[in-house]
């Protein structure tokens, strides 16, 4: 290898022999004869044909040059013939984007002004170049497969951002988003394109033609007769909406689908492309050249078996070829035209990369005898065609082109000096390295041969009466069954193919891996972590700027190569020392998350901020950690602070200049599919709207001794000499174990914030595949059992009676049967794809290892005690999706309790949610709310559920305890639906999975938690029992709260139907707000379920209201029943609000209904009358009895009884009907009139005998025997109740007598009134005075 450091660069002169004196040294022992063989054979001569050798002129190194020159001038074409324009043809070249003055609307392009980014609602930019004669083409790469118009415009269009190519008259586009055609009008045409395809626009101005292909297939053309003469001239023209992103290729690159007759807008390099290729030819002749010393011969030799060993003559002779070849390999369409395709040609033979060494030779060639900055821009250059490449090949069944790519790319980088050279200066800094671990879903199923790869499709065809699949299906025909495992025998199938290239993307990724190839500096491995860090960086720091990001869907398969690559260097490095840790019990250890060694950026912690965190835990960190914060670099730092910091750091940054720490200010996600970074603002209204506010490079005030990612090394991460590296503050509580390479630990940590940032949501945006399949397999499934119901066509006998069959009905049945077919032959083998490479159960496998992962590393980190507020918030957020995504994403296809270990998971992730939930170590509202609703829907399933009640009993109980905590001052929503969970399938009439009048709609999605069915847990609810029975004090606030947000919840119920109610009584057109109906239905499931928590506690504990010896039994009980007795009244009185909207049927107040809201209360009224003693039921009725609400006919209505016949409505609420039609049209179906709709208007009574399945005969008659019992009561209070004069009436309430007085201001009022009103105030009603204490008060006699 050749030393080019320090000073001047070694020139190529030094390769050449000035003199005969030379000659000797520099053939070796090649005598000269054989050298002028050797050369003649290496440069032959072509322009007098193959020359005899004795007639053969002799040729040495010193005549070398000055041959290769003569050689490399033949056919080569004169000077004039290259300056001489094209004809037809006007602008400058190379051709690229107009930036100055041809665009319009908000735009980023690239550096080299061959990509662009909308950046606004609909921006336009144009070419440079124009064409006013011949045939034309250039290409699009298709970067995002939204709203776009391609194609071509005159100087004279006016673009807005509403209109762009094709909306004007002198302009025409093709649109594949809409897959139409536009020149001021639209029609159909071609088809619709996808990311990774290439759009090859065409013009023909001989013809006056327009036509455009998409990958290589003509679409036919698109516009005829377009306008043409003096004056016109047309520019390649692009308009594209916000986010969407294309790269142009006017000709600088190869076009990859060339057509015949169509000339490239930009002039290819044919001198230099003729060079290339001739020299390409003689280092191929000096490959596959031995020289045989001992026989003076030359030798045909197998050029794949090729080595530099270092021979005097053929080094010579390559230095004089590079010489001429270095410089044109700096030149990217000689690049991907010429190296790129050698390359590949060495490859076609098969196997594996390590059997093709000729490229690692070649490549160690490059590096001896080119200059550095040659190498570096031909390796940058050979990577970026290899990405292009790549990416925009088309999908082929065997997914050849991907694998020939993929092939070469890891071959590169099997080398390893060219290795460290583009992972520090390309891979992550230039090109979006990451699509190399890319597999592109097809849109176009028949294109990508997916038809024949799984020539049968299979679909659901069995469900259940909730509409969800039967995974095992007992009815199941013999067809049915060899269709379905002749797909899943096409389905895996494709799935050994795809296989195929995610291998080779993992051995890209365990190279990049590599720790041990230090001969050349840095390992490789180390340079990867820090450039995947920064990666990270750049994805976290830019989440408001979606144009910023790493798409997702790439997101998700490079998470799964990295996870197999990290796995298997992890398990390699376990092989070698036992005593660490296995892969499947990988964690990443607490320090890292506090001892500042790992940069976290601006990525909230548990406890909040970090400046925050290391000034409150500093003596922490000092004696459990051993870590000492400097003083001096702890600065009390608040959030304005923090604001004007990054506005100052923004506004001192230049326009367009690098960013802190040598970053450039847009990271490379704002490029076009594969080229350099997007650093050119184009803005019609000189406005930059992308300057980043917080700045790449964390402020320094909120990094206390964090190294940043550039200044990192090897030492820094791995340690050394008593240097734990990253593990640095060892806590007591942590085992002495080691686990793994620090660098791995790193790279897993990024693997879960890399979950977080955008792979979670890309795993449920692909499941609506698989949910259109669905609804497409039912709806064929209904459209053939009307077609089997259709009577026989006429010829045939009909029965007696039969109806007349309408062929057009049963026409358009078969026109709906044949669509629906053909949508799930497509979306079947579209959904094979999906499932093969996002939905596998190898990646189920990934996402469960990262689910354990997580919840090994909160466990360790939990056991530090405080320092556990240091941890990322991420770890908890992706502990919670990884289950979420495992059971909702994954299970339709792959079987969950088939994981290992499945069970002791479920537990463990159990105990986080039910300690962490309300842990006072962490601080954030919305972790907090994750954690409760992740709860809320672990109840919901049994088999989580037992989970929860597999936990120790001191967490259950600890959990049972912050459920029960008082509801103010903290969500209490969730808390409530999760002891509501608990309860249900115990309760009053609450054993239904949906409420009885919804049976007949369909769900929106029956996976949702509130439609599971029921699954009560007893163990639960006997420490809810438990604690309340003991904890006096807790159960008194607990159910003070509960009684408060539920008078809050009704009234706000009430209030707002009352004002849906006014709403359709105005004769003029209203319209309700969807969100007011949403808020109306919210709270009325509040108010049910606060009743059923009202019901459990009751139940479970009823001496809390009955046992007047607790402080506040009585007091509980009488709010309980003025707030029981408020709902009845409100909702069974005769033709009352309640009745008239409920009987609107408003979409958006499904759930209003009486059943759920009445069988609820009377499920209290039931325990406290019924099911008590006899002690407690007499209190329990003289308390209800008593309230001044109290109406016997509200309970009476509960089976029906007292009711008006319904015939009797009263003229007005008839006359009402026809104007609640028009509200209906703006939020609902129409509404029939009362005249229309006689049946209608008969609508029976609620009563709790017409719901036979769902309330048992013995609840029946309980609440029979509580009629009774009221009946006979009220009857008896009624007669001994004594007249009261209004004087003795308590002054607050007007319904009891004054039966307190209130110390030291004497002021009275009756004990209910007092006793509520001290539970939340101490001051006195009338004068304001501190109340010390309330004594009885006895009415003085007379």
Known sequence: MSSKGGGTALTRRNYRLSSDSDKARATGIVNEKLLSDYLHHVFPSTKHGPAVASLRKPLGFQDLGSHLENLLSEGEPSEEIKDQPAEGRLGPQPVVLDHTSGFEGLLFVDDDLLGVIGHSNFSSIRATTCVYKGKWAYEVLISSQGLMQIGWCTLNCRFNQEEGVGDTPDSYAYDGNRVRKWNVTTTNYGKSWAAGDIVSCLIDLDEGTITFCLNGQSLGTAFTNIKMG?????????????????????????????????LPLQNPPTSDLLKAHKLLGYIKNVLCTAIDTQEDRLLETDCAMWS???????????????????????????VEDVLMNFLLGILEGGGSVDEHPLIQQLLDLFWLLMEDYEVNECLKQLMMSLLRAYRFSPIIPDLGFQIHYLRLTTAVLHHEKSRKYLLNNVLFDVLRSVVFFYIKTPLRVKEAGLEELIPTTWWPTHFDKEGKDERECKDESADERLRRRAYERGCQRLKKRIEVVEELQVQILRLLLNNKDKTTGEASRYIFLNKFRKFLQENASNRGHPTALCPPEYMVCFLHRLITAVRSCWDDGNRKNQSSIRSEEAYVPPQLFYNGKVDYFDLQRLGGLLSHLKKTFKDDLASKANIIIDPAEIQATSMDDLDEDEESGAAQRPFGAAAMGGALARPS???????????????????SLMTPRRPLTQPEKVKVRTLTVEQRTEEDIEGSHGNDGLLLGRPVEEPEQPVADKSLLEIVDGIVMMYNLSVHQQLGKMVVVSDDVHEYAVALKDTEEKIARCPARSGKCRPAGCVLQRSDILDELQKSQKVFSEKLNHLSRRLAWINATIYSKEKMLDVYWLLCVCIRTIEHADNTGSLFAFTPEFYLNVAMNAYSALKNYFSPANNMEELPGYEETLTQLAAILAKHFADPRIVGTDIKDSLMQALASYVCYPQSLRAVERIPEEQRVAMMRNLLAPYEQRPWAQTNWILVRLWR????????????????????????????????????????????????????????????????????????????????????????????????????????????????????????????????????????????????????????????????????????????????????????????????ISRAASVLLSDPCFQLHSIQHLLGEGAEPSSTLPAAASSARPIVGSLGSSVAPPIPSAAGNTGSTERK????????????????????????????????????????????LCPICYAHSISAVFKPCSHKSCKACINQHLMNNKDCFFCKATITGVDDYNKPAC
């Open 230 to 262: 003096p004056g016109i001239a047309y520019f390649p023209s692009i308009s594209l909406s916000f986010k969407e992103s294309v790269a142009f290729n006017f000709g600088s690159r190869p076009l990859r689908y060339p057509v015949d007759g169509y």
């Open 308 to 334: 530099l060993h270092g021979e005097p003559t053929v080094l010579v002779t390559l230095a004089h070829i590079f010489n001429y070849f270095a410089p044109l390999m700096c030149k990217v369409y000689l």
């Open 669 to 687: 996600w704002l490029s076009s599919p594969t080229l350099g970074r997007a650093n050119r603002f184009l803005s019609t209204a000189a406005v």
């Open 985 to 1176: 399938g115990c309760g009053f009439g609450y054993r239904y999975t949906r409420l009885p009048h919804l049976l007949k709609t369909k769900p929106e999605d029956a996976n949702l938690p509130s439609l599971q069915k029921p699954c009560p847990s007893l163990l639960l609810q006997r420490h809810m029992a438990e604690l309340l029975s003991v904890d006096k004090d807790m159960a008194a606030s607990f159910l003070n709260s509960v009684l408060n947000q539920l008078n809050w919840a009704f009234s706000e119920f009430i209030g707002m139907i009352q004002e849906i109610q006014q709403a359709a009584e105005r004769p003029e057109r209203n319209f309700v707000d969807t969100r007011q109906l949403k808020v109306c239905a919210t709270c009325f499931d509040l108010s049910v379920s606060l009743l059923r928590v009202l019901e459990m506690t009751v139940t479970l504990v009823p001496e809390i209201f009955l046992d007047w010896s607790r402080p506040s039994a009585e007091l509980l009980l009488r709010r309980l029943a003025q707030l029981l007795n408020q709902v009845l009244n409100r909702v069974t009185a005769e033709k009352n609000l309640f009745d008239r909207v409920v009987n609107l049927r408003l979409p958006g107040l499904e759930s209003v209904d009486h059943y759920p809201i009445l069988v609820a209360v009377t499920g209290i009224l039931v325990r406290i009358l019924v099911d008590g003693d006899r002690q407690g």
């Open 1245 to 1288: 009574h609620f009563s709790l005998h017409s719901y036979t399945d769902y309330i048992s005969e013995e609840e029946k008659h309980k609440v029979e025997l509580m009629l009774v019992f009221l009946t006979e009561e009220s009857k008896q209070a009624a007669a001994s109740t004594a007249p009261t004069s209004e004087e003795d």
